[in-house]
């Protein structure tokens, strides 16, 4: 096999691998986290909840509450900022709720953080659930893009080829 | 027409391949047969104080289609459902109950059903009695997953027809054409050396070493790296050190991931490096390559070297680079000490392996002998010896993991089974043990090779 073949064939597999890779992750990455103060956590004020590895998967956010909440989903940078300066800027808002159920998209990998305003007046039961469903995104859009452009390289040198194969054929 | 033919073999070869690492897979998986269980106490009239848990929720599971075996016991009937996810979305949004299984009315009693698909399932057990009932539930799957299996199946197939065809078709054309048919094994033929070794030449007074130490690596590289070993290689690398169970997802415990998986990379790693290393050694003196090669001006020491650089060299660069990827996938700092320490660790092991290959196959000179002696022996070794024992590759790695794990960060890695921080003793004896046992049979097989090995 010539060499030039043989490099677009070992690109092709390690695309073709990582693609395998993407689909059997679906069942090895996380699927369900909860955070709430069921087991003695604060019930009034903002309260931020342990930090999180997320990948850019889609997921559910389900937030269920005895009391009127605002939640917010910080990442890595944002909840820096929350912890040094108490500025807000969120990835994900939801305000003034009590029950309900969203459907999202994380773009990119890392480290995120749940914050929630309890109202302060009262003792408020909070249960917030994440559940996480369908392939990384990063992880595929890579794959297909070692394959494309594997493919298209590998058929443009064969085309090339071809041609000068023709170009020297006497006729 | 004959390059067609032998694109489709290659392309068979892969997919028969692909397929056949599927179907180890599907095996290996298959004698994990996790459970889950569950113990509840059904109140009726339910309580009233508020409940996050809403009379709606349902326990949820992610399941592969494999078999389930429920084993329930109660002290009196309920009713029992099993919810796809597109039954439990139903009944969280509209409290429409649509199960994939069910059963009513039941009390202590064992169940064996079949998951269709693989995706989350949830369990809801309903009380209808007036009184308080004990629940405990244990769930146990087992068998093969299904799509796993069929898949690997169906690739197998594919590949063993799409290569006989093109193979059969190869043959023909070459009967038509009265071509002899290319020998796949490579003879004693001198004229299947490669070219370098035509122009070497050897000077009466100056024997130039380096050049033929680098024409020796270079055939190395081109002799025992032809497709589709170095494919296969990368395939393997990236399905075993990418897939594994994310076991830990606070960021700031995330290292721990590097060691969720290890065992199963070890034992591909295991299988690889063997067989290669037997092939090359072994392979190449049973063949007839080592003798050819010998008839020429070149050094013992030099073939020996030669093979075990470009081989090691080769796995730990592929091993190394998908070892990398985990530093994004895992959002690692890129100078997280633990990584680092995996990778010595992976190396060393190799390094192991490499040795225990190369001697068992200078001594036994047969290559089949040798991939089957040091596969029992190293599958063995790992598959017998506990996960923390320093006997096995999983427990040197653990050990040593956890002891960096414990100075650097505090903290024992969540997915080690260890009760207490391994010692400096434990770490350091893990690491020398590889070094050394290493060092020792690497030594005896040079010498060995170079002195005291005939070849007939």
């Not at chain 1, 480290?111 to 659930?129: D, F, G, Q, S, V």
């Not at chain 2, 690398?237 to 290890?262: K, Q, R, W």
């Amino acid at each position: 096999m010539k060499r030039s073949s043989r490099f677009f064939v070992a690109i092709f597999l390690l695309g073709f691998s990582l693609l395998i890779v993407t689909g059997m992750r679906t069942n090895s990455a996380p699927h369900i986290m909860s955070f709430g103060n069921e087991e003695g956590g604060a019930t009034a004020g903002w309260v931020m909840y342990p930090d999180f590895l997320m990948f850019p998967r889609d997921f559910r956010v389900d937030i269920r509450a005895n009391n009127t909440v605002d939640v917010y989903i910080l990442d890595e940078v944002a909840a820096r900022q929350w912890n040094a300066s108490g500025t807000l800027d969120a990835a994900w808002t939801y305000k003034d709720i009590k029950q309900g159920v969203f459907n999202e998209h994380a773009y990119s990998r890392g480290a995120y953080a749940i914050l929630a305003y309890l109202p302060a007046n009262a003792t408020t039961a909070i249960k917030i659930t994440l559940t996480f469903f369908s392939v990384e995104k990063d992880l595929l859009v890579a794959s297909l893009a070692i394959i494309a452009t594997d493919s298209i390289a590998m058929g443009i040198s064969l085309l090339i080829g071809q041609k000068n194969k023709n170009i020297q054929k006497p006729k | 027409m004959r390059n067609k033919a032998r694109l489709f073999t290659n392309f068979g070869i892969i997919l028969l391949v692909i397929g056949s690492s599927f179907l180890a897979g599907t095996i290996y998986r298959s004698t994990n047969t996790p459970s889950f269980s569950i113990k509840e106490v059904f109140e009726f009239p339910q309580p009233q104080q508020a409940i996050l848990e809403a009379h709606r929720s349902v326990l949820t599971y992610a399941l592969p289609p494999r078999d389930l075996s429920i084993e329930l016991k109660t002290n009196a009937t309920v009713d029992l459902y099993l919810l796809d996810d597109e039954g439990r979305k139903l009944w969280l949004s509209e409290g429409t109950l649509k199960p994939v299984w069910s059963v009513k009315n039941t009390s202590s009693q064992t169940f064996t059903l079949q998951l269709p698909s693989r995706g989350n399932y949830g369990i809801k057990a309903f009380n209808p009695n007036n009184s308080t009932v004990t629940l405990d539930l244990r769930g146990q799957l087992y068998g093969y997953e299904r799509d796993l299996l069929w898949f690997s199946l169906a690739t197998t197939a594919m590949g063993l027809v799409i290569t006989a065809a093109s193979r059969i078709a190869l043959l023909d054309r070459y009967k038509k054409l009265d071509i002899p048919a290319r020998k796949t094994k490579r003879g004693l033929l001198h004229k299947d050396l490669p070219a370098n070794f035509k122009d070497f030449k050897v000077k009466p007074n100056e024997v130039k070493h380096t050049k033929q130490f680098h024409e020796l690596i270079a055939w190395e590289l081109e002799e025992y790296m032809a497709f589709p070993i170095l494919e296969i290689i990368i395939v393997i690398a990236v399905c075993t050190v990418l897939s594994p169970t994310i076991i830990e997802t606070s960021p700031a415990l995330s290292y721990s991931n590097l060691l969720s998986g290890i065992q199963t990379i070890f034992l591909f790693l295991i299988f690889v490096a063997g067989a290669l290393f037997c092939h090359s050694y072994a392979g190449s003196i049973s063949k007839g390559e080592t003798k050819m090669l010998l008839s020429y001006p070149v050094q013992r020491g030099h073939l020996f070297l030669s093979k075990f650089i470009v081989l090691f060299t080769v796995l730990f660069a592929v091993y190394a680079g998908v070892f990398a990827l985990q530093i994004y996938l895992l959002a690692l700092n890129p100078f997280e000490p633990l990584f680092y320490a995996s990778l010595l660790f992976v190396a060393l092991q190799l390094l192991l392996v490499c040795a225990i290959s190369t001697a068992l196959s200078v001594i036994t000179k047969n290559e089949i002998l040798s991939i089957l002696v040091s596969a029992l022996l190293l599958f063995g070794l790992e598959n017998v010896a506990a996960r923390i024992s320093l006997v096995s590759f999983t427990g040197r790695f653990t050990t040593g993991f956890a002891f960096v794990s414990q100075q650097v960060h505090g903290v024992l890695p969540p997915g080690a089974e260890f009760s207490a921080a391994p010692t400096a003793g434990d770490a350091l004896l893990s690491l020398f043990v590889s070094i050394g046992i290493s060092v020792f049979l690497f030594v005896f097989s040079y010498v060995y090779y170079t002195r005291k090995m005939e070849i007939d």
